[in-house]
């Protein structure tokens, strides 16, 4: 069983930084993306972040300049530093790993439980 555990929300206002980290673990042949996802309150969940297996990093537009993915592949975490945060990412984050279970197996998503960041002006 994959197990997916978020840490590190919490309240800041407008202007300051977090830093939310993540841990998978389980029966993980290899893991492809780990990544941070969010969802506002009446929206659908959305990308924040990925980064791959090689370490390439993806952003969605909106945190661009803001946010900063990295992980370590070693042990499976990743880690998302958001600086600069906005009323507007007020959400809470979701931490997700792709990953196989065997060389030959489909690709598989776990999901953390989420984790809440509040940003007020």
């Known amino acids: 069983q994959v197990q997916v555990v978020e840490s590190g929300g919490g309240s800041v206002q407008a202007g300051g930084s977090l830093m939310l980290s993540c841990a998978v673990s389980g029966s993980i042949f290899k893991i492809n993306t780990m990544g941070w996802y969010r969802q506002a309150p009446g929206k659908k969940r959305e990308m924040v972040a990925l980064?791959?297996?090689?370490?390439?990093?993806y952003y969605a537009d909106s945190v661009k300049g803001r946010f900063t993915i990295s992980g370590d592949n070693t042990n499976y975490t990743v880690y998302l530093a958001m600086d600069n945060l906005t009323p507007e990412d007020t959400a809470v984050y979701y931490c997700n790993a792709d990953y196989l279970l065997s060389i030959r197996s489909a690709p598989l998503y776990a999901w953390g439980q989420g984790t809440l960041v509040t940003v007020s002006s």
């Open positions: 980064i791959t297996r090689g370490g390439d990093p």
